[in-house]
């Protein structure tokens, strides 16, 4: 849907604003052969980028009102996924700057989502992330560099959220054969496994 309304958008700002884009090369190019080198050139030439501030420019008078209510519904949508994707983005590279910035906006969409929980509780992680940098520099440091995330493979920029991967190695051994499935409630047993579960996981990832 995002990509919809997005290609809807550059339609009518080519239409309104009579563009002829084929004088830009760049685009042509890059929309043929999308690739590092043409992306290079689209972010060099001044024209694309004229192009492209002026795109921004209606987009935003879009979302004032200017198309009427339901275009600028759409785009509110819209400005809702781009915040989402964002947010995956800064997990995946782990991007803090980014992941604070997106915190930031999406205080608003959990309130409107009606998570109580987290309603209440993101202002105050949000606040206190964006005071670390000047708090505590060091352990700001220590969260930008890889530290807000968890790399299960070598391929770069595909790292996970913390509590995504605790769900998919801890929690996810524990609730399994194996796990503390049956016995849960006795505080003895549950204890006694808790003391010994690296030493079993260490068993079940030797070579056979």
């Known amino acids: 849907m995002s990509d919809v ?6 339609q009518v700002f080519v ?12 685009l042509a190019d890059m929309s043929a052969t999308p690739d590092h080198d043409h992306l290079n050139a689209v972010c060099e030439s001044d024209s694309c980028q004229t192009f492209f501030s002026q795109l921004v420019d209606f987009v935003d008078q879009v979302r004032a009102g200017c198309l009427g209510k339901t275009a600028q519904f759409w785009v509110s949508y819209y ?14 590279r782990n991007d803090l700057e980014l992941y604070v910035d997106c915190l930031q906006q999406m205080c608003a969409l ?6 109580v929980n987290c309603a209440r509780y993101l202002p105050l992680y949000h606040y206190e992330l964006g005071r670390l940098q000047s708090d505590n520099p060091s352990r700001y440091a220590q969260l930008a560099n890889k530290g807000i995330t968890v790399a299960r493979s070598v391929v770069p920029g595909c790292r996970n959220a913390v509590d995504l991967t605790i769900e998919q190695t801890i929690n996810r051994s524990a609730k399994t054969v194996g796990g503390i499935v049956g016995f849960s409630r006795n505080h003895h047993a549950y204890y006694r496994w808790c003391l010994t579960r690296h030493w079993r996981t260490s068993f ?3 070579p056979q």
Request: glycine share 2%; net charge negative; with cysteine.
């Open 79 to 92: 400005d809702c996924v781009c915040t989402l994707l964002l947010f995956q983005q800064a997990i995946t």
């Open 204 to 206: 079940v990832d030797c």
């Open 5 to 10: 309304i997005s290609r809807h958008l550059l």
């Open 110 to 115: 959990i309130t409107a989502a009606d998570r």
């Open 15 to 26: 239409k309104q604003t009579g563009i002829d884009v084929t004088t830009i090369p760049e």
